[in-house]
């Protein structure tokens, strides 16, 4: 699948880059593997997780997300401690510090801490809610409430667009004919065209703004311009539970945005 | 103004007294027309005759009167203030009338990065994006947008980086007192094992009035 993505990737370069700063790091994505494999932290199967993390990675990278160097450095980091635990007496003879899988653990638990209080400080946000005061910037009720489990993150998407992409490659192959046109989509167009659709609805389904791509180079706009939206803090992405379907909807607030 | 009249009567809060010089009834005006959390300091600004001893004294009474009358709200200690807010129980009425109170939406790097704030603080850039493994500075910069983190000085040293703290409008979105509010990190491990649940957290506010 990353092959045949790579095989666009070339001509979209010039097009567009994406700054993927602001978004989460590679502590973010290793515990997200981590929670999806079913493993304990202090118990990392690190070929596994590695064999993994490199996936994401080359997702990125062939996405042409201007990755930060901190996914990189963790990468090398991932594939010196798996060299240490195929091999053994390679660890002994080198001592090279960063290679230390204690210490990666050490820093997953640390870093695992705080996502967990920020979760806690979500809560209190949601419980804030219930309790008016004074002229609280009340408005008269619209359309109820919706409520949404969890924002989805950039590891969420990765994921969903990974599913959607491998669903057309399957299509791509059962179809005998291509016919070849000229591709002139640009993320700044799927901007507006997302902008219009959001402006009709609420909320967008992020699955199904993926039904109107035509092409691989298509899909990977449409990705683009949607991370960029989030970027932007036009849009927020969330979820109604873990692994769940992702939603593509406009922050409540004007001081709300996503970053 | 009508100063000299409080001083004679500080030493006393008749519970009937409605007189507009009784210092709680006035307490209670203020606040029940304030819009914005009261802090102590801004009421002896106003109020110069009652010091902050006798300032703190009317507003536990008035908690008190509220909590022994059963009514639909309460005095409550946010943002380092004062301020008259309905009692959650009542949620589900309001919003027959009004859509859901306005909440902080923020992403996830955003609302860890906070926490790490909240927790840490003050609290350098640097230290956020090693605890965060990446590098956070635009992060913490739309924060400070979003008026929920400000630059509280210096780090002695080398450097002198600035140093990072959560603000006021922090604690008023968070419906927190002060940061020692919330739950040390190693009671959210236990919060957040699977015997219990997060609508077990703590709040200042639901703890002293329960053990009225």
């Not at chain 1, 993994?52 to 996914?71: G, I, K, P, T, W």
């Not at chain 1, 932007?232 to 769940?244: A, D, H, K, S, Y």
């Amino acid at each position: 699948m990353l092959e045949q993505i790579s095989s666009t990737n070339s001509s979209l370069h010039p097009i567009y880059s994406i700054k993927i700063d602001g978004f989460e790091g590679p502590l973010d994505l290793l515990l997200e593997l981590i929670q999806k494999e079913e493993m304990d932290i202090r118990d990392i199967q690190i070929s596994i997780i590695t064999d993994r993390y490199l996936e994401y990675v080359n997702l990125m990278e062939q996405l042409d997300l201007d990755l930060a160097s901190e996914f990189l450095v963790m990468a090398a980091r991932l594939l010196h401690i798996k060299s240490e635990s195929i091999l053994p007496q390679i660890a002994e003879k080198t001592k090279y510090p960063i290679g230390n899988q204690a210490q990666l653990v050490q820093q997953l638990l640390e870093y695992k801490r705080y996502k967990e209080a920020a979760q806690v400080l979500d809560v209190y946000a949601e419980k804030r809610t219930l309790i008016y005061n004074r002229s609280s910037k009340l408005h008269s009720d619209l359309d109820g409430t919706r409520t949404y489990e969890i924002k989805a993150t950039l590891f969420d998407l990765l994921t969903a667009f990974k599913n959607i992409n491998d669903r057309i490659s399957n299509i791509e192959q059962d179809e005998e004919y291509h016919t070849v046109e000229e591709e002139t989509i640009t993320v700044e167009d799927k901007i507006a065209f997302i902008e219009r659709q959001l402006a009709n609805d609420d909320q967008l389904l992020f699955d199904d703004l993926f039904h109107f791509t035509s092409s691989k180079l298509d899909l990977i706009v449409t990705f683009l311009a949607i991370l960029e939206l989030i970027r932007l803090g036009t849009i927020v992405t969330v979820q109604t539970g873990l692994f769940e379907s992702i939603y593509i909807v406009k922050p409540v607030t004007e001081n709300s945005g996503s970053i | 103004m009508e100063t000299e009249d409080i001083i004679t009567d500080n030493n006393t809060y008749p519970q009937q007294d409605r007189s507009k010089n009784n210092p709680k009834s006035i307490l209670e005006a203020i606040l029940f027309a304030a819009s914005e959390p009261i802090t102590v300091k801004q009421f002896q600004h106003a109020l110069p005759a009652m010091n902050v001893r006798e300032i703190r004294k009317a507003l536990t009474e008035i908690q008190d009167d509220y909590q022994s009358t059963n009514r639909s709200f309460r005095l409550m200690e946010i943002a380092n203030g004062y301020q008259i807010c309905t009692r959650p129980e009542f949620s589900d009425w309001i919003r027959k009338f009004y859509i859901q109170q306005v909440r902080v939406t923020l992403s996830p790097s955003a609302l860890e990065t906070l926490a790490i704030v909240a927790y840490k603080q003050p609290v350098t850039r640097n230290e956020v994006s090693t605890i965060r493994g990446v590098n956070s500075d635009s992060v913490i910069s739309s924060l400070v947008e979003k008026e929920l983190v400000c630059v509280s000085g210096r780090k002695e040293g080398a450097g002198r980086s600035l140093l990072f703290s959560t603000t006021d409008t922090f604690l008023q979105q968070f419906g927190l007192k002060d940061p020692s509010e919330l739950p040390s990190l190693e009671e959210i491990e236990q919060l957040l094992s699977p015997s219990n649940g997060l609508e077990n957290l703590p709040t200042g506010q639901e703890e002293a009035e329960n053990e009225l």
